[in-house]
């Protein structure tokens, strides 16, 4: 299946976002849910200066898109895990008195052939909506998530979003903004890209693609394959072989000025191990920063332990021993066309994204025209 790309290069095109009410409540909650190929995730938050603070959380593995690949549909089981899990984020939103939220879907409702029937499914028996969201809008709000980890010495960055269904990159240009004022201009894409009488510095979107691999689905690709080994280097080989349009990808990136962030499972699975760390721990993953040399060497302790020693090992486990190397073999690849010193690890994503994008547009937000 070919990339995702848009038709026109380096744009988005204009969010479109929910009306904000009239008199914006600056104590009111909302809500951001990421139903994606593997997981169903959703966050509650409050605005709070120019963040958030959460105050409800949720996430499970729900398989929505086992058997896509094979079926090109999803299946009675996993839509009726899916839905029960559905069910306790409907039952948070209801106890937590949410008004302002988006529910949105990605990869596998995109590409399964009775996705519109799951949706309908859902609200019947949840009374909640879900938007199915575009590749384009999935890489937005990914780029705004990141923002805050953006280095002020950054000026070529490419943010990278490894989903289970698929994986989006997006290369911007900020060499021609000011050093302060890098972290911003990104977080400004929320309102799609800038026109030119804007009076805020732009991040210029050089190119962006939306690639349908992501750790499951590019394992579903080679699932025949029985060697450990021989299944990795397929996979990673195949997932470069998806990158030859990307533009960027045809220019040799120096190390200097250039930042990579990755935002997914698989990248902070590889700093938890980099670290060493016996129990997971979001404040010493988020925002670390890992050569290509540090995240090759956790992908080769992944191929030692093997099959086995990978579902002992307690940053990884059963469930997730055989995406990890999906994962892994993703970022192998993009680490042999851009090697950089300054791999930043975002334990965000779309929840974020769609909470900044929501509160931005209601105007509750402190310091800054974001």
């Not at 089981?77 to 984020?89: D, E, G, P």
């Not at 900044?356 to 800054?368: F, H, N, P, T």
Request: aromatic share 6%.
């Amino acid at each position: 299946m070919a990339p995702k790309r848009p038709k026109g290069a380096g744009a988005f095109p204009k969010a479109v976002e929910s009306p904000a009410p009239d008199r914006p409540d600056p104590d009111a909650l909302y809500a951001a849910l990421d139903l994606g190929t593997n997981s169903c995730r959703m966050l509650i938050a409050q605005p709070k200066a120019s963040g958030f603070h959460v105050v409800d959380s949720f996430s499970k593995s729900v398989q929505l898109g086992a058997g896509l690949e094979r079926t090109g549909g999803l299946s009675r089981a996993s839509m009726a895990r899916t839905v029960q899990a559905l069910r306790i984020c409907q039952q948070k939103l209801k106890r937590n008195k949410v008004k302002r939220m988006r529910l949105v879907a990605t990869e596998a409702c995109r590409r399964a052939k009775n996705s519109r029937d799951f949706i309908r499914q859902v609200k019947r028996e949840t009374g909640l909506t879900l938007e199915i969201i575009q590749p384009e809008e999935e890489a937005r709000l990914a780029v705004i998530s990141c923002a805050p980890l953006v280095s002020t010495k950054t000026e070529q960055l490419l943010v990278v979003d490894i989903g289970g269904g698929s994986t989006e990159l997006v290369w911007i240009d900020i060499s021609s903004i000011a050093r302060r004022d890098r972290p911003a201009a990104i977080m400004r894409l929320h309102n799609g890209f800038h026109t030119a009488d804007s009076p805020f510095p732009a991040a210029k979107v050089v190119d962006w693609i939306s690639v349908p691999l992501g750790v499951a689905t590019l394992r579903d690709q080679f699932n025949d394959v029985e060697d450990d080994s021989a299944r990795f280097a397929l996979m990673s080989w195949f997932f470069e072989e998806n990158l030859a349009d990307f533009a960027p990808y045809k220019d040799e990136q120096t190390r200097e000025g250039f930042q990579i962030v990755g935002t997914s499972g698989t990248v902070t699975t590889v700093a938890a191990s980099h670290l060493g760390l016996k129990r997971y721990d979001r404040t010493k993953v988020d925002g670390l920063r890992m050569t290509s040399d540090q995240i090759d060497k956790v992908i080769r302790g992944y191929l030692e332990l093997g099959p086995h020693g990978r579902r002992r090992d307690p940053r990884i486990g059963d469930d997730r021993q055989a995406l990890i190397m999906s994962g892994s073999a993703i970022l192998q690849a993009l680490l042999r066309c851009w090697p950089t010193d300054r791999l930043s690890v975002a334990d965000r994503g779309l929840r974020e994204g769609l909470l900044y994008a929501q509160m931005s547009a209601d105007g509750v937000l402190e310091d800054g025209p974001f």
